[in-house]
């Protein structure tokens, strides 16, 4: 089954504490990139990359890392959290055509105390 | 900077109501339009889409949205809602990333509109 997952899907941390949340697609698609999703403000971009070993800065890059070392993987690393990326968070992928649909994993809550 | 503004934040409609939920973009040149939704606890999936051709598109469940490039809209529309149309509803745009062309193009999401049907 064509799907994007990610994991964990429900985090509680403390402010500070490094943390990674992963995320993987098995369609082969080249573009994967990260949203964050906060009541009022819609969808808004992290990060994103074209292809492996390519990755951009989205709208709202700060506090966030990613790597592309893998078609398939994404990774989310937040170095050191703070409570203002308490949020919902999505990973998505598609091929990198334009206008190509975009798949979204089943999203990560992260609250960050 | 393209945006993209859905100006209904929150609706309640009764079943069998008709639903029409507005959005516009403000990118000139040449777009690709986008209807995703998301049921409560779930993620986004895409209800219809618009590359290019006929302006009025068909989507899942009864859903269509048109195409008014004159107005820079795309306006998503059901006849007759249902309780289980009770959802987030996401207005996106494919664009290119800056007026320079530069060949990359990117999504841009609509806040969202938060939909109620009373059963």
């Known amino acids: 089954e064509a799907q994007v997952t990610q994991n964990p899907r429900y985090l509680i941390t403390v402010t500070g504490k490094k943390l990674t949340v992963t995320c993987s697609q098995n369609?082969?698609?080249?573009?994967m990139s990260w949203y964050r999703q906060d009541p009022g403000l819609g969808l808004r971009q992290i990060y994103y990359s074209m292809n492996v070993e390519v990755t951009d800065k989205g709208d709202v890059p700060e506090g966030y890392k990613v790597s592309r070392k893998e078609k398939r993987n994404f990774p989310l690393i937040l170095e050191s959290p703070s409570p203002n990326q308490t949020s919902l968070y999505f990973c998505?992928?598609?091929?990198?055509?334009?206008?190509?649909?975009?798949?979204f994993g089943p999203g990560t809550r992260l609250l960050v105390l | 900077a393209q945006s993209v503004s859905q100006h209904n934040h929150h609706v309640i409609l009764s079943e069998a109501a008709s639903l029409e939920l507005g959005c516009n973009y403000s990118?000139?040149?040449?777009?690709?339009l986008f209807w995703y939704v998301q049921y409560p606890g779930q993620h986004l999936q895409l209800l219809l889409k618009y590359f290019s051709g006929d302006p009025l598109v068909k989507g899942i469940k009864g859903f269509e949205a048109e195409f008014i490039k004159s107005k820079f809209s795309f306006n998503l529309r059901k006849p007759s809602v249902q309780w289980s149309d009770t959802a987030e509803y996401f207005c996106?745009?494919?664009?290119?990333?800056?007026?320079?062309?530069?060949?990359?193009?990117?999504?841009?999401f609509g806040t969202g509109t938060r939909l109620k049907v009373l059963a």
């Open positions: 990118y000139g040149g040449t777009v690709n």
């Open positions: 369609m082969n698609h080249e573009y």
């Open positions: 998505a992928s598609r091929t990198s055509g334009v206008g190509e649909t975009q798949y």
């Open positions: 996106a745009v494919n664009a290119p990333l800056d007026d320079l062309a530069s060949g990359t193009y990117k999504y841009i």
